[in-house]
């Protein structure tokens, strides 16, 4: 009787042992299926942005854009590649209303910075780079992405090279000589629908040569 009670012990904890493992088992490769889902989940996330972002010049005034949105575009924009390290951007930021209405009234293409309640302004320093335009045009479209990340709306209007534009944007914001404007970006909620252009042409893509 005793041998048959040590047997059903034995055999009982030998089951127990086969669950445990069985569920130590199962969570792992649990855990590796979600690794794998988030990791898709991420890329598909990041194609997404880029096939998604749209120009939106529209915006619900009255809704502002929170500062820890702002750092988070100004972090992803200053993520870019720039030319020897250089880095030769400069940030400004824009949310005094009676600045952004200034800088409306007398840029051609930025009549919606009367709507928008913050505009980013990407400049270049001449000093640190040659070429800052082409950095700082890297920068902008990061910016870009980034709003539309957050859900946000944006829309890249130009400065740089048009002089005329370029010393509406120097003036309102009293930049250094050193100092060029390249883009100025109305952002905001987006009021009303907008939507993605597809702009992928077969036609413009060639392998090895023309």
Same mark, same amino acid.
């Given at each position: 009787? #005793? ?5 059903? !012990? ?9 669950? $445990?493992?069985?569920?130590? =088992?199962? /969570? ?13 989940? =991420?890329?598909?996330?990041? @194609? ?15 809704? &502002? ?9 100004? #972090?992803?924009?200053?993520?870019? %590649? ?15 209303? #009676? ?8 840029? +051609? *293409? $930025?009549?919606? =910075?009367?709507?928008? +309640?913050?505009?980013? !302004? ?8 040659? *070429? ?6 890297? !920068?902008?479209? /990061? ?5 539309? $990340? =957050?859900? @946000? ?7 740089? %090279? *048009? ?12 930049? +250094?000589?050193?100092?060029? %404007?390249?883009?100025?970006? &109305?952002?905001?909620? +987006?009021?009303?629908?907008?939507? $993605? ?10 392998? /090895?040569?023309?």
């Amino acid at each position: 009787m #005793k041998n048959t009670n040590k047997i059903i !012990v034995y055999q009982i904890i030998c089951l127990l042992l086969m669950v $445990a493992i069985g569920v130590l =088992l199962f /969570n792992n490769q649990k855990e590796k299926t979600v690794m794998k889902k988030e990791s898709f989940s =991420l890329e598909e996330t990041a @194609l997404s942005v880029i096939m998604n972002r749209k120009s939106v010049r529209n915006f619900i005034k009255e809704k &502002p854009v929170s500062k820890e949105d702002i750092d988070i575009i100004i #972090k992803a924009g200053m993520a870019a %590649p720039s030319g020897r390290d250089a880095r030769p951007w400069e940030i400004v930021v824009v949310d005094n209303r #009676k600045s952004l209405d200034a800088m409306a009234e007398k840029l +051609p *293409y $930025a009549k919606m =910075l009367m709507q928008s +309640p913050v505009a980013i !302004v990407v400049c270049g320093d001449t000093t640190k780079s040659s *070429y800052w335009y082409v950095d700082c045009s890297a !920068v902008t479209e /990061n910016i870009l992405l980034a709003v539309e $990340a =957050l859900g @946000l709306g944006a829309v890249w209007t130009a400065a740089y %090279p *048009y002089e005329d534009r370029m010393n509406v944007v120097v003036e309102n914001l009293n930049l +250094p000589n050193n100092i060029l %404007p390249l883009a100025v970006i &109305p952002i905001g909620h +987006p009021q009303g629908e907008h939507k $993605a252009k597809d702009k992928y042409d077969a036609d413009k893509v060639h392998y /090895n040569q023309w």
